[in-house]
């Protein structure tokens, strides 16, 4: 959900998302430690497991988009983390670690990501084939089959920082469910709502936006999809004049098709701003000037650039509030609140903590049996 939803934590080195890769994932190979090996990994296992992921595929993602002309997704370089955090839980000796890696390296997703900025759709940032890809490759390493070592990992000799540059901490998280580019943007949309309350297209004549060459790429065209939403600067921007705020129910056809956000959002134009550009190339901050022309014949301009958000990060409220919203639409707020002191916690996990775990993310108590009927088969593949 947190990917499709586009509501992921981020990394701006590498214009990436690990989080919707490693948590999925570690979830996965715990689960199948215990089912079918009687191991039950400790929360301080887990929260290290986590860390390990974060640490590898940060580096390999720096280092493939300093080497690589393209910009590529978030999956191929996340599934290397994937299979290094999968080793590390299965207790794998250093040579099939190695074998692993190389094929996560070898077999991962390498989509071209501004294609699927440009068309949006489901595919994403290819996060559903990188934890999948990662875990199938220690499965392939410890049946023995070998790969190339991973260039990403061994011949780029990312491993010089590790212990003393945590890049897990230069990591954020985004207030709305859309794409970071535009969140400079939207905030200035945000600050003109707090000071006059919602704004129609009665109210507006134009709307211009210049900011950076890549949040430019997002377009102001109307969506057609709930993917699109999130992959364009136009339309969330109308609806936050509206709204005030903007959370998963601009997904919902009551938001999504909006005829009044649509005609707001007909009335906006991006285009590229040399200070920006110059801003993002020099620094990696983005920025954005957003010029609202109202029907009265005033006009009122709003610049913001704490959309970068090491600079201004998103506030434990607001992380809370975001977190709970998504979270009510599967549990109810006491098993919400439940999920959410466990994992704050989770370095310190107890035995009962362990179960309303697994109850709360699988419906599972003590004693059932597995859930899919393919597990057995997946049991058979770990070699466990």
Known sequence: MVDSYDCHDGYMTSRGHIGAAAVPALLAVVDCLERYKGIKVTGADMVKALVLC???????????HATWPTYHTSGVWTGIGVAAMTCYLMGTSECVLRHALGLAEFHGP???????????????????????????????????????????VELNEVSESYG??????????????ICRWAHCALLCAERLFVEMGPVTSKDIESILIETSKDSVSLGTEIPTCADGVQYTMGYPLALML??????????????????EADALTRKITAVEADDCQDLWRRTRKRKARVTFSFSDGSSKTLEDLTGEFLDNPVSDEQLIRKYSTLMNLILDEKSTKQLADIVVNLEN??????????????????????????????????NI
């Open 54 to 64: 974060y640490e590898v595929a940060s580096r390999c993602g720096d280092k493939m």
């Open 110 to 152: 390498c989509g071209c990501m501004m294609r699927v900025i440009e068309y949006a759709s489901n595919i994403k940032d290819g996060l559903s084939w990188g934890p999948k890809v990662g875990i199938s490759s220690y499965v392939m390493a410890e049946q023995g089959f070998e790969g190339a070592p991973s260039e990403l």
């Open 164 to 177: 003393e540059d945590w890049l897990i901490l230069v990591h954020y998280y985004k207030r709305w469910p």
């Open 242 to 259: 509206l709204r005030g705020d903007l959370h998963h129910s601009i997904f919902t056809s009551e938001h999504f098709r909006d005829p």
């Open 349 to 382: 996990l107890t035995e009962d903590d362990r179960l309303t775990l697994k109850e709360l993310l699988y419906g599972q108590k003590e004693g059932s049996k597995p859930l899919d009927s393919h597990a057995n088969g997946f049991h058979d593949s770990m």
